[in-house]
């Protein structure tokens, strides 16, 4: 066997937090910002040694923010590793650049489509690398004068497409086409560039049906069997077991282990990707089933939400009287709409029922009236009037809504200052709000003291159910810890039925009674908090657990 056509040795990467580039790489600081408090600098990627060869494909697992999108960057050139050495065929080379990528022959299909939707398939595949012809004025005045050769651009394009083995005009408009020959169409524009060895394929099924998806997959293992070598980014353990040769797990930016695929099962993966077991603290799980006696204070049933890039496409769930009840899944798979569609910020289909009675969910007011409320995921842009003081942050919802903080002067209604100064000072000693006082304004307070002002406003209108919508986002972790407690203490000592919809699975376990897992839109299913770690990893990675039990048995 030859050199591998990649070979990833030690590669390490840090990200220095200075406040210019904080913002350039929100989504990929925040997580590790989070994990990393002592520290200005911190490791995204630690340590990382891979290699690939001709024709082979490597699964990479991790979950959100294990490290793998930034594993990816590298590779592409869009970050140079802090550490470490990349080869390609035996020869060390530096990749400063996507476009120094795309010269050693490495490419990329996104998650998110890179297509123009007014060109045709042969334009999109050609993309920047525009096929161009000589005219005599260009031949005087220079190659800026060249014309666009269309008839070769679509000769290749078909020669390209007839390769995969797909059945679709070069001169369709990308805007046509199905979702899934979308896909198809990214992969085409790969495997024309010239040179292509590598191809990193970043959650390719993600948008696809079922067929689509194994269409795709086939297409993918056809191309490797020709000496393209594919890394295949997944959450969807089943495509990673049937359609990788070898599998490598990242978890919070290191390397847990590169496995050959075939002495993994689902359930194996899945234990690889969430690790540790997870501790349940602050509250007493043998007290567990109190609920189970309860009434039922929500239900859902076919619930759809169209919250762009949040879909929710059919759940269906109860909740109980005084339950934690929590609402997780991977980003982009709809969880958090759930609660954005039951409060009317987003169209939605569906039945919701309140202590038995359905709703109306377009008025906003009404759902509040009926002791719902909700502390949003965007408390800077819908939760809070950063300009405002925490006084009036605190008091305005229920001032709108239910009169509160009114007093009638000679029959006309004023501001009650006095009672609502006097609640903010009793809601900032009760939920610890670490401030100069009242009047200060909020956005000047933390992260975790500006989520504990939405939660006291929320509080404020007096609800039985309070929907918390990734409630630690961007926040320290001391002050995660006093949310949590807040969250518990409220329904412990007032009896508030608290439904949190997070991406942090170690959290919700820590906290709720039972967690739905959302993937894809559905309810893959609803499991006790101190179940198993892998049936957590699965019901997230699309995969059944009654399936990954019998394959486990035949293993």
């Known amino acids: 066997m030859g050199n591998p056509v990649i070979e990833v040795d030690n590669i390490s990467m840090m990200f220095n937090l200075n406040k210019e580039k904080i913002d350039n790489l929100k989504e990929y600081v925040i997580k590790f910002l989070t994990r990393k408090l002592h520290f200005t600098e911190f490791w995204a990627l630690r340590d990382i040694s891979f290699s690939l060869q001709k024709g082979e494909r490597l699964g990479v697992l991790g979950f959100n923010g294990a490290g793998k999108s930034t594993l990816m960057n590298v590779l592409i050139g869009l970050y140079q590793p802090t550490e470490g050495k990349i080869f390609l065929n035996g020869k060390e080379v530096r990749i400063d650049s996507p476009a120094q990528a795309v010269k050693l022959g490495i490419g990329m299909v996104h998650q998110e489509f890179m297509l123009i939707d007014g060109y045709d398939v042969a334009e999109n595949i050609k993309l920047n690398r525009e096929n161009v012809k000589k005219t005599p004025l260009s031949m005087i005045f220079g190659k800026r004068l060249n014309l666009v050769d269309r008839i070769s651009m679509h000769k290749e394009s078909r020669a390209t497409l007839d390769s995969l083995g797909i059945e679709l005009s070069e001169r369709t408009r990308v805007g046509s086409l199905p979702v899934g020959y979308k896909q198809f169409v990214e992969i085409a524009r790969e495997l024309d560039k010239k040179n292509i060895k590598l191809i990193v394929l970043d959650e390719p099924t993600a948008v696809l049906t079922e067929k689509e998806a194994e269409q795709f997959l086939k297409c993918v293992k056809e191309v490797s069997e020709k000496g393209i070598s594919f890394i295949f980014i997944s959450h969807k353990l089943d495509e990673v077991r049937h359609y990788t040769h070898h599998t490598f797990v990242l ?275 609803i499991l006790r908090s101190n179940e198993d770690d892998y049936k957590f990893g699965l019901l997230m990675s699309g995969s059944k657990i009654e399936d990954a039990k019998e394959e486990a048995k035949e293993a």
């Open 251 to 525: 978890r919070d930016g290191e390397m847990v282990g590169d496995y050959d695929t075939n002495e993994l099962s689902t359930i194996k993966m899945s234990e690889l990707m969430v690790g540790r077991k997870v501790e349940i603290l602050n509250r007493d799980i043998t007290d567990e089933k109190k609920n189970d006696g309860q009434k039922v204070c929500l239900e859902l049933e076919h619930f759809k939400v169209s919250m762009p890039g949040e879909v929710a496409r059919d759940v269906s769930f109860k909740v109980k009287e005084g339950e934690i009840f929590g609402i997780g899944g991977l980003a982009g798979h709809g969880k958090i709409s759930i609660a954005n569609g039951i409060m009317g910020l987003y169209p939605s289909r569906g039945t919701v029922k309140i202590h038995g009675k359905a709703i109306d969910v377009t008025k906003t007011r009404d759902t509040l009236n009926d002791g719902v409320a909700f502390v949003s995921e965007d408390r800077r842009g819908i939760g809070l009037m950063l300009d405002e003081s925490i006084e009036l942050n605190i008091s305005i919802a229920a001032l709108k809504t239910k009169n509160r903080f009114v007093v009638k002067k000679f029959g006309i209604p004023f501001y009650d200052k006095k009672g609502a100064v006097e609640y903010a000072k009793h809601m900032i000693k009760e939920l610890d709000i670490r401030c100069t006082g009242h009047t200060q304004p909020v956005k000047s307070l933390s992260g975790g003291n500006q989520q504990k002002v939405c939660i006291a406003r929320a509080l404020t209108l007096e609800p039985d159910i309070l929907f918390v919508s990734e409630p630690t986002r961007g926040i320290d972790i001391g002050a995660k810890k006093m949310i949590l407690d807040s969250l518990l203490k409220l329904n412990k000592e007032k009896g508030v039925t608290v439904i949190i919809t997070s991406s942090e699975l170690a959290e919700l376990r820590s906290v709720c009674n039972r967690i739905a897992i959302v993937t894809e839109g559905k309810i893959a299913g």
